[in-house]
């Protein structure tokens, strides 16, 4: 067994580890520790140096601590939608991702206090799962002649539209990119975009990158520049926003849409197409 499939065999029983665990970082969550980020995220790391006691990890608590005689790196995000956890709401993920170098062999993400599960994971060599779903290639399609965001003059859509797009249930508002990226991968939307993305971080996404890459999807910036991983960092490092899904519809959606993806009147949006050709 080379070295390269022995560690995605030991991430695979680190992964199972943080399943069966789920109740303590759920206790975690539901004190009222000032710190509990932090004390999560420490939660995590310990964790991870159990298994690979040399690894290289970054974290938003915690900064960057890296091993130069190591290959192997994790990037944590403990709370991603912090603003939804403070505010009491429950969609927000725990996402681990894992990189030998600058290739990314492991992804994985869940939400620990919906009632449903909610698991996304994929293994380098293997396939996209959300549950006991397989994740498959985001279908190709030819051509969108319209999709549910339909914009008049921006100002008027915002004052009248904006509340009722919002309580369509085909379009919703997540505190979690990767969530909204996995989500995308696993088939329950078509597309997405994160608006007011400047202080976006590489824990923030990484994991979401992983998973698009599988199913064969994109992500691009406000310069239609792909957004990729390099040593531990996101290029390009900066971006105003994040367009993801399908390569057909974001690409199409950029053009039709691209002025109001600058603005910010919202954070988020996930929608689905329809009127396909």
């Known amino acids: 067994m080379n070295k390269r499939v022995k560690i995605i065999r030991e991430l695979k029983v680190l992964f199972k580890v943080f399943l069966e665990k789920k109740s303590i970082i759920k206790n975690l969550l539901n004190t009222n520790l000032q710190n509990v980020d932090r004390t999560l995220e420490e939660y995590i790391g310990c ?3 159990k298994k690979f006691p040399t690894s290289s990890i970054i974290g938003e608590e915690t900064g960057i601590s ?3 005689n190591s290959e192997l790196i994790f990037i944590i995000d403990r709370i991603d939608g912090t603003k939804c956890f403070y505010n009491g709401h429950k969609d927000f993920s725990i996402s681990i991702t894992c990189a030998i170098n600058d290739d990314i062999v492991a992804a994985f993400l869940f939400i620990p206090l919906l009632d449903v599960e909610n698991f996304f994971w994929w293994f380098e060599g293997e396939e996209m799962w959300f549950n006991s779903s397989r994740c498959k290639i985001l279908p190709t399609i030819p051509k969108i002649s319209s999709v549910n965001l339909v914009i008049p003059p921006f100002q008027e859509w915002a ?9 369509n249930s085909q379009i919703s508002q997540l505190g979690s990119i990767a969530y909204r990226i996995a ?12 608006i007011l993305s400047e202080n976006v971080m590489v ?5 979401g990158i992983a998973f698009l890459k599988k199913v064969d999807g994109i992500i691009i910036n406000e310069n239609q520049e792909s957004v990729q991983y390099k040593n531990g960092k996101l290029f390009p490092e900066k971006s105003k926003f994040y367009l993801f899904g399908q390569k057909d519809i974001v690409n199409q959606v950029y053009i039709k849409y691209e002025p109001y993806l600058q603005s910010d009147f919202f954070e988020s949006l996930l929608f689905k197409t329809h009127n396909l050709e």
């Open 183 to 194: 989500l995308v991968c696993a088939g329950k939307y078509d597309a997405g975009v994160n």
């Open 66 to 68: 890296i091993n130069k």
């Open 47 to 49: 964790e991870i140096l």
């Open 203 to 207: 824990w923030d996404i990484i994991t």
């Open 159 to 167: 004052i009248k539209t904006h509340h009722a797009i919002i309580k």
